[in-house]
């Protein structure tokens, strides 16, 4: 809801049934096929050129991500990183660490009786603001360079066992950095390190 704020859903009710299809067909050769929400796709009305990835399984493109892709290959490889991300939990990662120990210790001392009003606003805060920790992440911050690495590597060897050329990451990222050479910080450009650096070191594997 608090991306949606600032990126509104796109309403191609066709373009995002397709957006499902393709994204649902690859999240089952994840390594993690399930999530406890399951995975949703949609598309956002924005020209930017960027994807979002939430912990839970949401997975959100932008209209100027699916332009920038020529084929259904480049945009299986941008909906395989986005589901890798969520397989190795990074936006869970992206909530400070004393956050959740406070939380958990909250949860730990009430779980044998049922949680007062003190206590649940403690509960309630903390998720608040593991929410904005999150959000934080997607849009403005990004992921680290290594998690960033590590979610092509994993989307490669998806896109594999999916029938689907691994070498369509790395025209995709090509694409992308033509694509942002203009982009001023923009999307992507913000929130991810170079498409030219991640292709780089996409080769060696």
Not at 6 to 24: E, F, H, S, V
Not at 46 to 55: H, K, L
Not at 150 to 161: E, G, H, K, N
Request: glycine letters at 8%; one cysteine or more; proline letters at 3%.
């Amino acid at each position: 809801a608090k991306v949606l704020q600032t990126y509104p859903p796109l309403d191609r009710p066709q373009a995002n049934t397709y957006l499902n299809l393709l994204g649902q067909s690859l999240a089952i050769f994840s390594n993690r096929p399930e999530t406890f929400g399951g995975y949703h796709f949609l598309l956002l009305d924005s020209d930017e050129v960027n994807a979002f990835a939430a912990p839970g399984g949401l997975i959100l493109v932008t209209r100027g991500m699916l332009f920038c892709c020529a084929n259904e290959d480049e945009l299986a490889a941008v909906l395989a990183h986005e589901i890798c991300h969520v397989e190795m939990k990074h936006g869970l990662r992206a909530i400070k660490q004393g956050r959740l120990t406070e939380a958990l210790m909250v949860v730990a001392a009430e779980s044998a009786k049922q949680l007062g009003s003190e206590e649940l606003a403690s509960l309630t805060r903390d998720f608040e603001a593991s929410v904005g920790d999150v959000v934080m992440t997607l849009t403005t911050s990004g992921y680290s360079r290594a998690q960033e690495r590590d979610a092509d590597a994993a989307a490669v060897q998806l896109l594999r066992r999916a029938g689907y050329p691994g070498a369509a990451m790395i025209t995709m990222l090509q694409r992308m950095d033509e694509r942002l050479a203009d982009a001023r910080g923009l999307g992507f450009a913000k929130t991810h390190p170079s498409a030219k650096s991640r292709a780089d070191a996409l080769r060696t594997v």
